[in-house]
């Protein structure tokens, strides 16, 4: 996660240099960028309040992180198909492309093995759910074992 912040720290120096740089000399798709940084931004902003903001302790809801990497990635994608179209048109350093290439190989890890969780969850509250709905039915269909059974009324 700190290595993902330092990217994003640099990602956001990066859109001041889309920022400063003379209008004359870009197209309108430079300005594209500071778009999806920022939106990128506060994604990562979203994951690292999952994580408690620097507590190792907290356990993250692998079915929320999920989400959050799943539009990381879409960002990512978005992110790398304009470096590759706009890169040189809009002066972005290389270093500023290969880190965000790698930052986004690696956002595409972590949501497999956020999904891959959050579907393990879902699956083993499903199996517990059925278990129990299983459990209210005895072996015969019906409640169960209770502890009392009442005697028909009547002659016998």
């Not at 179209?85 to 290439?101: E, G, I, L, R």
Request: glycine share 10%; aromatic share 6%; proline share 3%.
């Amino acid at each position: 996660m700190t290595h993902l912040r330092s990217h994003l720290t640099a990602a956001i120096a990066a859109a001041g240099i889309f920022a400063a740089a003379p209008a004359l000399a870009q197209s309108s798709s430079c300005q594209d960028a500071q778009k999806f940084l920022s939106e990128r931004q506060g994604l990562i902003q979203q994951i690292n309040k999952l994580g408690g903001e620097g507590n190792k302790k907290k356990q993250i809801d692998p079915r929320a992180a999920c989400g959050i990497f799943t539009k990381l990635v879409a960002n990512g994608e978005t992110g790398v198909k304009w470096l590759n179209a706009n890169k040189d048109w809009c002066q972005v350093p290389d270093q500023f492309a290969q880190s965000f290439t790698e930052d986004h190989k690696r956002a595409q890890n972590m949501k497999g093995q956020a999904c891959t969780a959050a579907a393990k969850i879902a699956e083993m509250q499903k199996k517990a759910q059925q278990a129990q709905q299983q459990g209210r039915q005895g072996l015969l269909g019906g409640g169960g074992l209770t502890g009392s059974y009442t005697m028909p009324k009547g002659a016998l």
